[in-house]
């Protein structure tokens, strides 16, 4: 009988690494929201981690958290290193890898042991910046994290919606820059700073 257990146990392992080898890789989400200010203001929310743990969905998730800033403080290279518990968000750190002023920023993301990058692009509008928030994940050769893939579009949608919300938040309401002036953005129609 523990034999038999044996070989039915050693079946169902084998059957579960063999599927988790035929999900998905990586996951991908994108979400979009409209924020009543200009390109130029959300770009620099955006190009940056000073505010970064005041609107990023992962830092309430573990509010004891260690962060360490590296390289420059806006624009490529900028860095946000990570030290928190295992069991929240682990270890890991955020990097600006590309800037395109006032319309695009990408960051590369390790959160724990997935890999990913996220792509924010800035639309001007009537009435302020549509952004586009897209998220890919590489969720690597563990079957564990492969078998984790099927329930990450959830939490992507749910860290997405509420990252966005509070970017939008944060935006609109902090004072803009000093001497700003507003003026019609010829890109997208909305509204831009010099």
Do not use: C
Not at 5 to 11: D, F, H, K, S
């Amino acid at each position: 009988m523990a034999k038999i257990l044996g070989w039915l146990a050693a079946v169902l392992l084998a059957l579960g690494v063999g599927t988790a080898y035929r999900l998905p890789r990586e996951a991908l989400f994108e979400r979009s929201i409209a924020i009543e200010r200009p390109p130029n203001e959300v770009f620099r929310m955006l190009n940056g981690f000073v505010r970064f743990r005041d609107w990023a969905p992962w830092t309430a998730k573990d509010p004891g958290a260690i962060y360490t800033y590296e390289g420059p403080e806006t624009g490529a290279a900028a860095t946000l290193r990570f030290e928190g518990s295992p069991w929240k968000i682990g270890s890991g750190y955020h990097r600006i890898v590309l800037v395109v002023p006032d319309r695009q920023v990408m960051i590369a993301h390790e959160l724990g042991p997935y890999r990913g990058v996220s792509r924010f692009i800035l639309t001007g509008q009537a009435g302020g910046t549509s952004v586009d928030w897209s998220l890919e994940v590489d969720l690597g050769m563990s079957p564990i994290a492969r078998w984790r893939g099927l329930a990450i579009e959830r939490d992507l949608d749910r860290d997405t919606r509420a990252g966005l919300a509070a970017l939008k938040a944060l935006v609109e309401k902090t004072p803009p820059e000093p001497g700003a002036i507003l003026r019609p953005d010829s890109a997208g129609g909305g509204t831009d700073a010099p």
